[in-house]
């Protein structure tokens, strides 16, 4: 009977073990086919994808279906415009685990790199583009490592045109052409993503004809795509309607637009609707439509303050989320120094034990342990003093490093705004937008930018205009009076005074500098 009971026993817990493997294949099997399901609802329904991801990340836990799930989620929220909640994802402290794949921590750094770069922290995107670079190296040759390798190059070339370094952008997008050739000819969404970056930097150089031919290609590779990548359709008809404003269409630049509008309010995203009411505005302006010129503004107005918010509570959370992660790994350092310690003096007991000679020894050891440690400390010394350091000037007023480093990021992108060319802007007014104060903001410009506010200000605009009149041929049939009202100023006369103390002529002396230029330029084509 005792033993039919404990074959009874064998039997159960055979099929208990049978049904927990195949319970936990099961599990496995399922959320990888969730995870597949949400990497393609990213670009075309955020929303639905978010609701996948939330719940993988909700209900697994395997470090790996975490850091995916942390990675769909910051994907989808930059598709979705929310800077703040794709940080706090990306940058989730379970993203660091060390069983988590090599292909997982190369997109998380990358998406890190992305979302550093979009809120202008440049310097410190570039330490993660340069350790998705490094651990791409060690991959084996695939079409995965060159997509990844392709997307780091393409990331590169973004911040190139967004800082305006369009020469830059180009030379980079050549090189990758051809360094990638062959993975091009079968990878369109990559090829797709070099041909918009080449518009863009025509663009940006005014070479308008260049800018639509690859336009043109872009929406051909974007026509034949199979996926429904709203927010690709949103941002290249952003950039056709852009382009066409540029050229004065003012029509088909409103049809592009209101198309990209449709795309960015299904997937609702701020930052894009805030660019193509931007857009829109200048257009209806441009066209004289001043009633919708009016609505459209006021729009862009509401969406700008709305994503100013965002951006801030991004940049906010990513010195913290930092900070915080720099203190962890100090603190792992310290116990990992205490561990040390402490067998160090559990050997140093040891050694007293046995014996003088063993004393000895262990004692010289350790002396040669210090010699090293003050070695590599007199060296760190020696790094730090290498660095150039900036001659102080006097009555500058101390601001603390972080606080500096943030208002300094969010100088260069009000620098790469058309903000500065609002009539009311003023140290306290910019001060309040930057929720720093008037002494701070002023300390930091007069550091980094050896000018007073007013200059700095002036300085933007006046290269604003020069911009335009060198790239813009109907700029220079404009009126002193238009030019001053689109630079920011009040008055020809204040407008005058302050482009020749910054150029050293005047406005029509410039111009006429341009028009001489242009004819002689014109005469020699023509011979």
């Given at each position: 009977m005792k033993q039919k009971d404990s074959s009874c026993c064998k039997i159960i817990r055979s099929i208990v073990v049978w049904a927990g493997l195949l319970l936990g294949c099961f599990s496995y099997a399922q959320d990888n086919k969730l995870t597949t399901k949400a990497q393609e609802l990213v670009f075309s329904n955020p929303d639905e994808s978010l609701k996948i991801a939330e719940h993988i990340l909700a209900t697994s836990q395997k470090p790996e279906h975490i850091a995916i799930s942390n990675l769909l989620i910051a994907k989808a929220q930059i598709v979705k415009g929310d800077y703040n909640e794709a940080v706090i994802h990306a940058f989730d402290k379970n993203n660091l685990v060390k069983s988590i794949s090599k292909h997982t921590?190369?997109?998380?750094?990358?998406?890190?790199?992305?979302?550093?770069?979009?809120?202008?922290?440049?310097?410190?995107?570039?330490?993660?583009?340069?350790?998705?670079?490094?651990?791409?190296?060690?991959?084996p040759q695939s079409s995965y490592k060159d997509s990844i390798q392709c997307l780091i190059k393409l990331e590169q070339i973004y911040t190139y045109n967004t800082r305006r370094n369009s020469d830059k952008a180009i030379h980079l997008i050549e090189n990758t052409e051809r360094q990638f050739n062959t993975f091009l000819k079968t990878n369109t969404i990559e090829k797709r993503a070099l041909y918009l970056a080449r518009e863009r930097a025509f663009n940006n150089l005014s070479q308008y004809d260049s800018a639509v031919v690859y336009i043109e290609k872009?929406?051909?590779?974007?026509?034949?795509?199979?996926?429904?990548?709203?927010?690709?359709?949103?941002?290249?008809?952003?950039?056709?309607?852009?382009?066409?404003?540029?050229?004065?269409?003012?029509?088909?630049?409103?049809?592009?637009?209101?198309?990209?509008?449709?795309?960015?309010?299904?997937?609702?995203?701020?930052?894009?609707?805030?660019?193509?009411?931007?857009?829109?505005?200048?257009?209806?302006?441009?066209?004289?439509?001043?009633?919708?010129?009016k609505i459209f503004n006021?729009?862009?107005?509401?969406?700008?303050?709305?994503?100013?918010?965002?951006?801030?509570?991004?940049?906010?959370?990513?010195?913290?989320?930092?900070?915080?992660?720099?203190?962890?790994?100090?603190?792992t350092e310290k116990e990992i120094h205490n561990n040390y310690l402490y067998f160090l003096i559990a050997g140093l007991l040891a050694v007293l034990l046995v014996g003088g000679y063993i004393v000895i020894k262990g004692e010289t050891r350790k002396k040669r342990r210090k010699?090293?440690?003050?070695?590599?400390?007199?060296?760190?010394?020696?790094?730090?003093?290498?660095?150039?350091?900036?001659?102080?000037?006097?009555?500058?007023?101390?601001?603390?490093?972080?606080?500096?480093?943030?208002?300094?990021?969010?100088?260069?992108?009000?620098?790469?705004?058309?903000?500065?060319?609002?009539?009311?802007?003023?140290?306290?007014?910019?001060?309040?937008?930057?929720?720093?104060?008037?002494?701070?903001?002023?300390?930091?410009?007069?550091?980094?930018?050896?000018?007073?506010?007013?200059?700095?200000?002036?300085?933007?605009r006046i290269n604003y205009v020069i911009d335009k009149l060198k790239s813009d041929p109907h700029y220079i049939n404009y009126k002193i009076s238009f030019l001053a009202e689109e630079s920011g100023y009040s008055s020809h006369s204040s407008f005058a005074t302050v482009f020749k103390s910054i150029v050293g002529m005047s406005p029509v002396t410039f111009?006429?500098?341009?028009?001489?230029?242009?004819?002689?330029?014109?005469q020699k084509s023509s011979n």
């Open positions: 921590q190369l997109e998380l750094n990358l998406l890190k790199a992305q979302l550093l770069g979009r809120v202008y922290l440049d310097k410190q995107a570039q330490e993660f583009i340069e350790e998705s670079s490094a651990l791409s190296e060690n991959l872009t929406l051909d590779l974007l026509n034949a795509s199979e996926f429904n990548d709203l927010y690709q359709k949103a941002l290249i008809y952003k950039e056709l309607g852009y382009l066409y404003l540029q050229k004065k269409e003012f029509s088909k630049s409103e049809e592009s637009l209101s198309i990209a509008s449709r795309f960015a309010e299904i997937i609702n995203n701020p930052i894009l609707l805030m660019e193509i009411n931007r857009d829109l505005s200048i257009n209806y302006l441009a066209s004289n439509q001043n009633a919708k010129h006021e729009k862009y107005l509401s969406l700008n303050a709305e994503v100013e918010r965002t951006e801030q509570m991004a940049v906010n959370s990513l010195y913290s989320i930092l900070a915080d992660q720099d203190e962890e790994f100090f603190e010699e090293i440690i003050n070695y590599l400390e007199i060296v760190r010394h020696k790094d730090v003093k290498a660095k150039p350091v900036k001659k102080t000037k006097p009555k500058r007023i101390a601001i603390p490093e972080e606080t500096e480093q943030l208002i300094l990021s969010k100088l260069k992108r009000f620098e790469a705004s058309i903000k500065f060319l609002n009539k009311d802007i003023s140290l306290a007014v910019l001060a309040g937008q930057f929720d720093t104060n008037t002494k701070y903001l002023s300390g930091v410009i007069n550091k980094h930018y050896d000018d007073n506010f007013n200059t700095f200000i002036n300085k933007l111009i006429k500098l341009i028009q001489k230029e242009r004819a002689e330029s014109k």
